[in-house]
């Protein structure tokens, strides 16, 4: 399997401009998070979902993130409009299973590498 | 007060060395954990998951501690190639809560 893919790898864009990072999970796992991780705030969970439905957004910090997973092999995050403090790392990982008895491991893809000017 | 709380570190060590990491968990129905690595500028990656009666994989051993609620991570035989940030990860529900992570330097 080739893992969980996301792209791009890195994005630079200027304040105000829309950005759409793209990823796709691990075929057959049935959940898919979104983290953005910083040096100030560490790894914080933004989004996820289960089957395909928006489960928990609590972690979207505001109206201008949006998450979309209109299938199992793809998932979309916009920001509009970018601001500069968005810097960030952006992951995408995915799950098999999760159950009352616990869960199985997430498994991430390389990030996507934002910077807004 | 955080869900998971970790000694950011940093941990130098000498190679060969041995070094544990501890991680603390606020919720008592805390249901798995996890140990993740994460090289510099790279994504998290699963160590290992910790199982209720310890488990081990080749020089590391995890622990899971849940009078204390705590799980714990011995690296033996420290290499170079150890060298990370280790973050530990705990679910509950649906939740997954990340440490913010302990550094790691393993010294030649």
């Known amino acids: 399997d080739a893992g969980v893919i996301q792209s791009p790898r890195h994005e630079v864009t200027e304040m105000g401009q829309e950005v759409t990072l793209r990823c796709k999970p691990i075929?057959?796992?049935?959940?898919l998070f979104w983290y953005r991780q910083t040096m100030m705030r560490g790894l914080e969970l933004l989004i996820y979902f289960n089957n395909n439905v928006p489960i928990d957004d609590s972690g979207m910090p505001e109206d201008r993130f949006s998450a979309k997973m209109p299938n199992a092999s793809f998932s979309t995050l916009k920001i509009q409009p970018s601001e500069p403090r968005d810097s960030a790392v952006y992951f995408c990982a995915s799950s098999l299973l999760v159950t009352s008895g616990g869960a199985l491991a997430q498994y991430f893809g390389p990030g996507t590498r934002l910077t807004v000017l | 007060r955080k869900e998971v709380e970790q000694d950011p570190g940093p941990f130098n060590v000498p190679e060969g060395a041995t070094v544990a990491f501890n991680c603390t968990y606020s919720?008592?129905?805390?249901?798995?954990f996890f140990w993740y690595r994460q090289d510099c500028r790279k994504e998290p990656k699963l160590l290992m998951s910790?199982?209720?009666s310890g488990n081990e994989d080749g020089r590391f051993t995890a622990q899971l501690n849940r009078a204390s609620q705590y799980i714990s991570l011995l690296i033996r035989d420290s290499k170079l190639s150890d060298s990370a940030t280790y973050l530990c990860?705990?679910?509950?529900?649906?939740?997954?809560?990340f440490g913010t992570g302990t550094s790691l330097t393993v010294i030649p």
């Open positions: 919720n008592s129905a805390s249901q798995s």
């Open positions: 990860v705990v679910n509950l529900g649906n939740q997954f809560y």
């Open positions: 075929s057959g796992h049935d959940y």
């Open positions: 910790v199982y209720s």
